[in-house]
């Protein structure tokens, strides 16, 4: 089944203690992306990929970091989690980033971070 | 950036027709306009997409006005099942970012 996998689902951590969180996709896809969906604000692109090796940020980068080593991977890797990245986190996926591709988007990882 | 506007909430009865509109006054002519539903506790799901023409899929049909300043989703026959946060997104050239707005809060009365 084509899809998008996030791990974990739910995570509840401290300030200052690093965490990453795994976003794997089954459908050889080049482009790659992490949102955050925040109450009021809706849907934000964090970083993006448009291929291996190959990232760029998004709207709200700060505080956040990825990478690409392999198409299947985009991890979305937090070095000092602070209260203010609590959020529900979205990866999603498409074969290209252009503007005529469908994403689909992995179920989501709700992050505490207290 | 086009900017999309919604409205904030619909209403509708189980199996009839749905129109959901979306005003992009501002967008140019190589945007591609996009529809994607969240259903509660879900991520974003596609649903449509289309350029000039309107367009049909098995979930839904886009009709796009002709001057192109504003679309609108039909879901044919709404099920509970369809009772979601409808987003209209315009897909821009050289930007790969998708930017999601507050959305159409679909409620669908049984």
Not at chain 2, 80 to 87: E, F, K, Q, S, W
Not at chain 2, 89 to 102: E, K, P, Q, S, Y
Request: with cysteine.
């Amino acid at each position: 089944e084509a899809q998008v996998t996030q791990n974990p689902r739910y995570l509840i951590t401290v300030t200052g203690k690093k965490l990453t969180v795994t976003c794997s996709q089954n459908m050889n896809h080049e482009y790659m992306s992490w949102y955050r969906q925040d109450p009021g604000l809706g849907l934000r692109q964090i970083y993006y990929s448009m291929n291996v090796e190959v990232t760029d940020k998004g709207d709200v980068p700060e505080g956040y970091k990825v990478s690409r080593k392999e198409k299947r991977n985009f991890p979305l890797i937090l070095e000092s989690p602070s209260p203010n990245q609590t959020s529900l986190y979205f990866c999603a996926s498409s074969y290209g980033g252009g503007r005529y591709n469908e994403q689909f988007f992995g179920p989501g990882t709700r992050l505490t971070v207290l | 950036d086009a900017k999309t506007t919604q409205p904030n909430s619909m209403e509708s009865n189980e199996e009839e027709p749905v129109h959901l509109p979306c005003n992009h006054s501002t967008i140019s002519g190589t945007d591609y306009i996009h529809w994607y539903r969240q259903l509660p506790s879900q991520g974003p799901e596609y649903v449509i997409h289309g350029l000039t023409s309107n367009v049909n899929n098995r979930m839904a049909s886009l009709a796009i006005a002709e001057d192109r300043k504003s679309s609108t989703l039909i879901l044919h026959r709404a099920t509970l099942r369809d009772a979601a946060v409808y987003y209209c997104i315009l897909r821009v050239i050289n930007n790969n970012d998708m930017r999601f707005g507050a959305g159409t809060r679909l409620t669908v009365k049984p």
